[in-house]
C-alpha cells in the first residue's frame, strides 16, 4: 500500500473518532416564549404644546381674506381656497352684530378667545348652523374688540379649545365689514 493510503486511512479513522465523541444535537424543542402582557391602564395623554408666550410673533396662518357684500351686511372669508374658510366675520345689520365663526366644533362648554395686540377676550360660543362643523361667537356692531381686532399690530389670533389656534392679518377686508355693520 502506497504512503499516501495510509495517511487517508488514518484521517478518516481519527474523523469517526472524533464525531463519535461530540453529543447529537437536543432534539427537544424550545420553549414558547412568554406571552406579551396586555396593558390595562390607558396610556397617558400626550404632552400638550407649550402656551406660546409671544403669539403675536407667530407665524400667519396659511390663507387669504376675500370680501363679499350681502344684502344684511358684508362677510370677510378667511382661507386657502374658496371652498375652505378657516375663520369668517360676517355683519348682521338686523341684529346690530358681527358674527365670528372657525371652523371646527368642539364639544361641551367652551369659548373662543380673540388675542389682540391691545386685547384678550374670551366670547361665549355656539354650534354653528351649516352643514359644516363650525364654532360660533357674535359681538355688538360697536364693540371696542372688533376696532383692536381691525387695527392690531401684524395680527390677531383666535383660540377654540380643542382646535389649532389661527393668526389673521388684519387686512382691509377685517376693517370693511366692521365699518358696513356700523
Given at each position: ?37 396586555v ?92 352643514g ?39 387686512w ?11
Amino acid at each position: 500500500m502506497k504512503p499516501i493510503y495510509a495517511h487517508l486511512g488514518g484521517a478518516l479513522a481519527l474523523t469517526f473518532t472524533i464525531a463519535a465523541c461530540v453529543p447529537a444535537p437536543d432534539s427537544t424543542p424550545a420553549p414558547a416564549p412568554a406571552p406579551t402582557p396586555v396593558q390595562t391602564t390607558p396610556p397617558a395623554p400626550p404632552p400638550q404644546a407649550p402656551p406660546v408666550e409671544n403669539w403675536i410673533d407667530q407665524p400667519r396662518t396659511p390663507g387669504d381674506w376675500s370680501y363679499r357684500s350681502d344684502t344684511n351686511g358684508g362677510m370677510a372669508l378667511y382661507g386657502e381656497n374658496a371652498s375652505e374658510t378657516r375663520f369668517s366675520i360676517r355683519c348682521d345689520r338686523s341684529a346690530n352684530q358681527i358674527i365670528l365663526t372657525r371652523a371646527g366644533q368642539v364639544q361641551g362648554k367652551s369659548g373662543m378667545t380673540i388675542r389682540t395686540e391691545t386685547t384678550d377676550r374670551t366670547l361665549a360660543v355656539r354650534p354653528g348652523d351649516g352643514g359644516q362643523p363650525t364654532t360660533v361667537a357674535s359681538v355688538s356692531a360697536r364693540d371696542p374688540l372688533l376696532d383692536a381686532m381691525a387695527i392690531t399690530r401684524g395680527r390677531f389670533a383666535v383660540e377654540v379649545p380643542g382646535l389649532s389656534t389661527i393668526y389673521l392679518p388684519p387686512w382691509a377686508e377685517v376693517s370693511h365689514v366692521i365699518e358696513e355693520c356700523r
